[in-house]
């Protein structure tokens, strides 16, 4: 798979790495980081200039966030109706929302990169629950630039090494992930105490 995918890319090189970005954050299922991870290398290599790289990579993230955000926002009922016709749809869509009610701006920042599966999902929630494109835009825009950020960076610095870099990010972003989820489960438990003490 990494051998096609980095032979696609010196092949269509910026426009791959657009559609690639855009096309993921419609939830399709397109290896995009590991698309990113190959133009930081190409970029490394001198094949494609760098800042063209991360630009490409984030204005295709960011125009599909606004695709799918707007897509919802404009056919709320019907789409949001079609939403939870499956369970597995309804479930994500909740989760979604409830890690945006919860959070706000900054559910929309980390399901960018942090726990970018649910990224998609917050940005039709974050239409379907009409959330201002005026809030919704900064902090998608933020998170974005992190997620291309840390993926064309890696690729950069690893050049020949895709799937080295690939895997240590992966466990990186896994740590962070984990560590996030323990410090949230010891602060809950610490309230959950103070509160029947």
Same mark, same amino acid.
């Given at each position: 798979?990494?051998?096609?995918?980095?032979?696609?890319?010196?092949?269509?090189?910026?426009?791959?790495?657009?559609?690639?970005?855009?096309?993921?954050?419609?939830?399709?299922?397109?290896?995009?980081?590991?698309?990113?991870?190959?133009?930081?290398?190409?970029?490394?290599?001198?094949?494609?200039?760098?800042?063209?790289?991360?630009?490409?990579?984030?204005?295709?993230?960011?125009?599909?966030?606004?695709?799918?955000?707007?897509?919802?926002?404009?056919?709320?009922?019907?789409?949001?109706?079609?939403?939870?016709?499956?369970?597995?749809?309804?479930?994500?869509?909740?989760?979604?929302?409830?890690?945006?009610?919860?959070?706000?701006?900054?559910?929309?920042?980390?399901?960018?990169?942090?726990?970018?599966?649910?990224?998609?999902?917050?940005?039709?929630?974050?239409?379907?629950?009409?959330?201002?494109?005026?809030?919704?835009?900064?902090?998608?825009?933020?998170? =974005? $630039?992190?997620?291309? /950020? *840390?993926?064309?960076?890696? %690729?950069?610095? +690893? #050049? @020949?090494?895709? =799937? $080295?870099?690939?895997? /240590? *990010?992966?466990?990186?972003? %896994?740590?962070? +992930? #984990? @560590?996030?989820?323990? $410090?949230?489960?010891?602060?809950?438990?610490?309230?959950? %105490?103070?509160?029947?003490?």
């Amino acid at each position: 798979m990494t051998d096609a995918l980095l032979a696609l890319v010196a092949v269509w090189g910026l426009p791959l790495i657009v559609v690639s970005t855009f096309l993921s954050c419609l939830a399709l299922p397109i290896p995009a980081s590991l698309v990113m991870l190959a133009g930081g290398a190409f970029a490394a290599s001198g094949d494609i200039a760098l800042w063209q790289t991360v630009l490409g990579a984030l204005t295709g993230a960011v125009a599909g966030d606004h695709a799918g955000y707007l897509a919802a926002r404009a056919s709320a009922g019907p789409f949001g109706r079609w939403m939870q016709t499956r369970p597995a749809r309804r479930e994500a869509l909740d989760r979604a929302r409830g890690f945006l009610d919860r959070r706000g701006g900054i559910a929309v920042f980390l399901s960018r990169w942090l726990v970018s599966p649910l990224g998609p999902w917050v940005n039709v929630a974050a239409g379907l629950s009409a959330m201002p494109l005026r809030c919704f835009t900064p902090w998608e825009i933020a998170g =974005e $630039a992190v997620w291309v /950020t *840390l993926y064309v960076g890696a %690729g950069y610095a +690893a #050049a @020949g090494r895709i =799937e $080295a870099a690939q895997a /240590t *990010l992966g466990n990186a972003l %896994g740590m962070v +992930a #984990a @560590g996030a989820g323990a $410090a949230a489960l010891g602060w809950w438990l610490w309230h959950a %105490g103070t509160a029947r003490g």
